[in-house]
C-alpha cells in the first residue's frame, strides 16, 4: 500500500476551476460521471463539465454558506442544497433559476449540514440540532427520523441498501442505522396513540352512561315524592 507520501506525489491537479465568489463546500459528480456540482459560501450552485468549462450558476433561497448539494437522481437539473442557516433547498430548473425551500425552522437554530438520497425522490439532511430529518420531493412534506442528544455533521445512505445509512456527529462516535426499525416504531408509537385516544373515547362513554344512570336514578326519587 502506498504511503501518504507516495500517494500525494502520484496526483497531479489537471484543472483549476473559477467562478466562485467564496469557498467552495460541496462538490458532487452526476451520477453518470459528465457533471460536477459545486456549491459555495456564495450561495450559488455550479454546474461544471468533465473538461472544467463552467455551464450554469444558479442561485439559491440560502441566506448563508452553502454547506451541500446534490443532483436529484435521475436529474442534471434538479439540484437539493443545506446550508448554514439551516435551510435545505431544491433548485429545480437550472435554466429558469427557480429556487425554493423546502425547510427553514425560524424558531431553532440549526446548521443543516449534509443531505444523501435514499430515493429518487427522498433524501436525508443532517442537522446541528440532532435531528436527521427525511424529505420527500413529491410532497415537499419532512419528518424527523432520528434526534440525538448531540449535534448531527454528516450523513451518506448504503448504495446497496437504501434503508441504512451512516451518521457522524459531534461526539467520538459513527452511527449505523435503519429506516426500517425506524418505521416500526413509528408505526408502534402510532398505534399506541390510537389505542390510548380509543380508551379515552371509552371512558367518556361510561362517564356519560354514568351520568345517564344517575339521572334515572334523580327521576326515580322525584317520583317518589310526588307518590308521597
Known sequence: MLSASALASKLEVVAVLEGHAGCVNSVRWHEEGQLLLSGSDDRRVGIWDVS????????????????????????????????????????????????????????????????????????LVAFSDGAVRAFDLRTNKHRSVLHLSTGCAAVDVKPDDSKTFALGADDKFLRICDLRMQAVKQHAAAAAKSHSQNEDFDDEDDDDDDDDNDEEEDDDEDLDDDDD
Not at 442561485?59 to 439551516?86: E, L, M, Q, W, Y
Not at 433547498?89 to 435554466?95: F, H, M, P, T
Not at 425551500?101 to 431553532?108: E, N, P
Open 52 to 123: 472544467g468549462r463552467h455551464l450554469a450558476f444558479a442561485r439559491t433561497t440560502h441566506s448563508h454558506n452553502i454547506f451541500d448539494a446534490h443532483f436529484v437522481p435521475a436529474s442534471s437539473s434538479k439540484i437539493a442544497t443545506c446550508g448554514a442557516d439551516g435551510r435545505v433547498g431544491l433548485v429545480e430548473d437550472l435554466e429558469r433559476g427557480t429556487p425554493k425551500t423546502l425547510f427553514f425552522a425560524r424558531d431553532v437554530e440549526t446548521i443543516a449540514s449534509k443531505l444523501s438520497f435514499f430515493s429518487p425522490t427522498d433524501f
